[in-house]
């Protein structure tokens, strides 16, 4: 497991090794120690799961507002997102800034979201999954929304004439620095 720090305070890439032979292979998907040896401290209080069937399908920007932070571990099981988080944190040294990355089935990359910063996923292919280990429980009245198009983060989303998105998150107004 390989473990990189991105440009956002407190998120991280994370790479797993396949282990392949003529079977198919062996892929460790989380591991608490190696977490632990890298200085990231995490427990994994939920699990989830998200297909999307239709390439070019936005979900996001979502996150916890205080003070039920959650951190999340983001990896794509199936075919490829393009995922972007951003920095909502006031008092955070990367607060404004974005960073993207694909993660997909076949390069096996994780993200490590610290606890509120904005996360969103576009699909990149037809028959996405993505899974979601989260460090705390999901509070619905305790959900906040960042406009992924939003002119103060200016994130860079792939090209794509049907992107399919729900309803809220077509109506999320813009940030209030």
């Given at each position: 497991?390989?473990?990189?720090?991105?440009?956002?305070?407190?998120?991280?890439?994370?790479?797993n090794?396949?282990?392949?032979?003529?079977?198919?292979?062996?892929?460790r998907?989380?591991?608490?120690?190696?977490?632990?040896?890298?200085?990231?401290d995490?427990?994994?209080?939920?699990?989830?799961?998200?297909?999307?069937?239709?390439k070019?399908?936005l979900?996001?920007m979502?996150?916890?507002?205080e003070?039920?932070?959650e951190?999340?571990?983001?990896?794509?099981?199936?075919?490829a997102?393009?995922?972007?988080?951003?920095?909502?944190r006031?008092?955070?040294?990367t607060y404004?800034?974005?960073f993207?990355?694909?993660l997909?089935?076949?390069?096996?990359?994780?993200i490590?979201?610290?606890?509120?910063?904005?996360?969103?996923?576009?699909?990149?292919?037809?028959?996405?999954?993505?899974?979601?280990?989260?460090?705390?429980s999901?509070?619905?009245?305790a959900y906040?929304?960042?406009?992924?198009?939003?002119?103060?983060f200016?994130?860079?989303?792939?090209?794509?004439e049907?992107?399919?998105?729900?309803?809220k998150?077509?109506?999320?107004p813009?940030?209030?620095p």
């Open positions: 497991m390989n473990i990189e720090k991105t440009n956002i305070e407190g998120a991280y890439i994370i790479q090794n396949y282990i392949e032979d003529e079977r198919g292979y062996f892929l998907l989380f591991c608490n120690d190696e977490l632990k040896k890298a200085g990231i995490f427990e994994v209080k939920q699990s989830n799961m998200s297909y999307s069937a239709k070019g399908t979900r996001g979502h996150y916890q507002v003070p039920y932070g951190i999340k571990v983001v990896r794509c099981i199936k075919g997102v393009f995922d972007a988080i951003a920095d909502i006031k008092d955070s040294p404004g800034k974005h993207t990355v694909e997909s089935e076949e390069n096996g990359k994780m490590y979201i610290p606890p509120y910063v904005a996360h969103g996923i576009q699909t990149l292919e037809d028959d996405s999954m993505i899974c979601y280990f989260v460090g705390a999901f509070i619905p009245n906040g929304y960042l406009r992924w198009d939003d002119k103060f200016n994130i860079k989303w792939p090209k794509c049907n992107r399919i998105m729900s309803e998150d077509k109506n999320i813009d940030f209030k």
